[in-house]
C-alpha cells in the first residue's frame, strides 16, 4: 500500500477506528512527539478544465502533527481540526517508516477499512447521480 492510498483511506475513515490503530502501535513501541497536533491553514490548488490552468480557490484549515518512533519520522496533516485523529494517523505513518513488527497487521486492517470506505463513496456518487441535469440543445429558436 503507498503512502496515498493509506492517507487517502485515513483520512475518510471514522476517527475511532484510527486512534484505536494507533493505540495498539504505542502499546509496543515508544512515540515521541516531534510536533504536537496544531492547526495551519493550507492554500487549495485547484485545476480550471478548460483552460488547464492552475489556481488557489482558497485556504482550508487543517490539523498536522510529528512523532517518531525509533528514529523514524511519521507526519500527518488532514482537514479539519480533530488533533487527536491527526496525532494517530502520524503514529500510523511513523510505524509504517519504521518498519515494526505491526506492519502487515496494520496494512490488513487498513485494507478493510478501505473497502468500506469505497463502498461509502459509490453510495455517496450513487445519491449525487440521482440529482443529475440533462441538458438538451434546443434548435431553431
Given at each position: 500500500?503507498?503512502?496515498?492510498?493509506?492517507?487517502?483511506?485515513?483520512?475518510?475513515?471514522?476517527?475511532?477506528?484510527?486512534?484505536?490503530?494507533?493505540?495498539?502501535?504505542?502499546?509496543?513501541?515508544?512515540?515521541?512527539?516531534?510536533?504536537?497536533?496544531?492547526?495551519?491553514?493550507?492554500?487549495?490548488?485547484?485545476?480550471?478544465?478548460?483552460?488547464?490552468?492552475?489556481?488557489?480557490?482558497?485556504?482550508?484549515?487543517?490539523?498536522?502533527?510529528?512523532?517518531?518512533?525509533?528514529?523514524?519520522?511519521?507526519?500527518?496533516?488532514?482537514?479539519?481540526?480533530?488533533?487527536?485523529?491527526?496525532?494517530?494517523?502520524?503514529?500510523?505513518?511513523?510505524?509504517?517508516?519504521?518498519?515494526?513488527?505491526?506492519?502487515?497487521?496494520?496494512?490488513?486492517?487498513?485494507?478493510?477499512?478501505?473497502?468500506?470506505?469505497?463502498?461509502?463513496?459509490?453510495?455517496?456518487?450513487?445519491?449525487?447521480?440521482?440529482?443529475?441535469?440533462?441538458?438538451?440543445?434546443?434548435?431553431?429558436q
Amino acid at each position: 500500500m503507498d503512502k496515498k492510498e493509506m492517507f487517502r483511506i485515513m483520512a475518510r475513515s471514522h476517527r475511532d477506528k484510527i486512534i484505536e490503530l494507533a493505540g495498539e502501535i504505542e502499546k509496543s513501541h515508544q512515540v515521541v512527539v516531534v510536533k504536537k497536533p496544531a492547526k495551519t491553514l493550507v492554500m487549495l490548488k485547484m485545476l480550471e478544465s478548460v483552460a488547464n490552468s492552475e489556481y488557489f480557490l482558497g485556504e482550508l484549515l487543517a490539523c498536522e502533527a510529528m512523532v517518531k518512533i525509533g528514529e523514524k519520522r511519521g507526519m500527518a496533516l488532514t482537514a479539519g481540526d480533530d488533533f487527536e485523529k491527526v496525532l494517530a494517523m502520524a503514529v500510523i505513518d511513523a510505524a509504517f517508516n519504521a518498519r515494526v513488527d505491526e506492519t502487515h497487521w496494520l496494512t490488513d486492517r487498513l485494507n478493510e477499512m478501505g473497502t468500506l470506505v469505497s463502498s461509502q463513496e459509490r453510495k455517496e456518487f450513487g445519491r449525487s447521480l440521482e440529482s443529475k441535469v440533462q441538458f438538451r440543445v434546443v434548435e431553431g429558436q
